[in-house]
């Protein structure tokens, strides 16, 4: 056993994730009863994500604010005005490719009506704001991520001329707390074997097919993010090929968040990644937490895209003034309810407000993007946790060991 459990840690993720998938789908089409049995490995996987992940933001944020030497540049500004530059140009791109392939949506009953989505841009500020002074046990035990990130801040900068003993006791925290979201990751291809099952076991292939069209475009253009958008951003910021970083990002950060569809639960990958690239530690221990929460380029799209079907759908036409304002709401809202389960699909009926669109049709919508969740949400964690990378390597000052 002993043998078996130190051969499973030495093996490939990436291999053993994509076995867990066909081995999902296998026991998906030979018996569905199977299917639903395995599905419990799934739900503990995303429980135990779920768990875990408020908690590390917490306690990584807060420790790296703390032990910062005093006086240390951080060079967060520029990174951050890189997450804000992608996240809109990844709305632009959407409004772009929704013009160009217009798709149409088939709209029937059956919304969720116990989703609350906020009503206006105005909600949505509010929104955001109350979330930044919730209590930080309710925002740990409902995974608000504001509200997490604001007290992990308050906590770092509270902390940050603490006696040299408190800083270490944080430090081992916060390595305590990457070891266990690294072991959860491990068990990856158990969980998406339960989640792959139970997908294919309740919607089967048909669900997905029928919407293969929208699954593309919003696909596609997330990879245009990924591919043209950030290389674009990072060459002119740097004045150097950007595809060697591009593509290492994609590959060591973007597959793995591609499985565990969590930002937050990536973030250990992605500050191992940093470390590899030989980026400064004060930066990016700020950055790619930060980025987990508020980088949402993924999110941009999802709901520019499904917005746009929405219209399309209707036959309500859309001049060019009102669409920058749709990519101007998207980016806010993005990154405004990025720790909520689902929070770009919720976006939707605000957006869907532009239009005049009602909440019931609006909701429908809604339910479409949850019934394609399983590829949708899986490429904008892609997108969004391999950018975060990306643009902290742009913004640094060393040289970039690729």
């Known amino acids: 056993m002993e043998r078996l459990v130190a051969r499973y840690k030495e093996s490939n993720l990436i291999v053993l994730i994509l076995l867990g998938m066909v081995l999902g789908v296998v026991i998906a089409l030979i018996s569905p009863t199977a299917a639903m049995a395995v599905s419990i490995l799934g739900k503990l996987f995303v429980g135990a994500l779920k768990a875990v992940a408020p908690i590390l933001v917490l306690v990584l944020v807060s420790t790296a604010i703390a032990t910062k030497e005093v006086g240390a540049q951080t060079n967060i500004k520029p990174i951050i005005t890189l997450y804000i530059i992608g996240t809109f140009l990844s709305a632009l ?10 798709v149409t949506l088939i709209l029937a009953s059956g919304a969720d009506a116990g989703l609350t989505p906020p009503q206006s841009i105005i909600a949505v500020v509010k929104g955001f704001l109350v979330s930044m002074v919730d209590n930080p ?22 902390l940050h001329h603490s006696s040299a003993q408190t800083k270490v006791v944080m430090k081992d925290a916060s390595d305590a707390m990457t ?5 959860v990751i ?12 139970e997908t294919f076991a309740e919607t089967g292939f048909t669900a997905l097919l029928g919407y293969g069209k929208l699954l593309i475009i919003l696909v596609g253009t997330m990879l245009f993010a990924a591919l043209v958008i950030n290389p674009l951003i990072v060459y002119i910021k740097t004045r150097r090929n950007p595809y060697p970083l591009v593509f290492t990002c994609l590959k060591e950060s973007g597959v793995t968040a591609f499985f565990t569809r969590s930002s937050a639960a990536n973030i250990p990958v992605n500050m191992a990644l940093c470390k590899k690239l030989g ?3 004060d930066t990016y221990s700020i950055s790619i937490p930060l980025g987990a929460t508020a980088n949402m380029a993924g999110a941009a799209v999802t709901i520019t895209v499904l917005t746009l079907a929405t219209v399309n759908t209707l036959g309500i036409a859309v001049d060019l003034p009102t669409a920058l304002l749709l990519s101007l709401v998207a980016t806010v809202a993005a990154a405004g309810v990025s720790g909520v389960a689902g929070g770009s699909l919720l976006l939707i009926p605000l957006a869907c407000g532009l239009f005049g669109i009602s909440d019931e049709i609006a909701m429908q919508v809604v339910a479409i993007g949850f019934l394609i969740g399983v590829v949708q949400d899986s490429a904008e964690t892609a997108l969004n946790s391999s950018t975060d990378v990306v643009f902290t390597a742009a913004c640094s000052d060393e040289p970039i060991r690729l």
């Open 137 to 158: 046990i309710n925002a740990l035990a409902k995974g608000n991520y504001i509200g997490v990130l604001t007290w992990a801040v308050a906590i770092g900068i509270a």
């Open 179 to 183: 070891k266990i979201v690294q072991a």
């Open 93 to 102: 791109a959407a409004v772009i490719v929704s013009f160009a392939f217009p």
């Open 279 to 281: 980026l400064h530690e």
């Open 186 to 197: 491990r068990l990856a291809p158990f969980g998406i074997l339960g989640l792959v099952a």
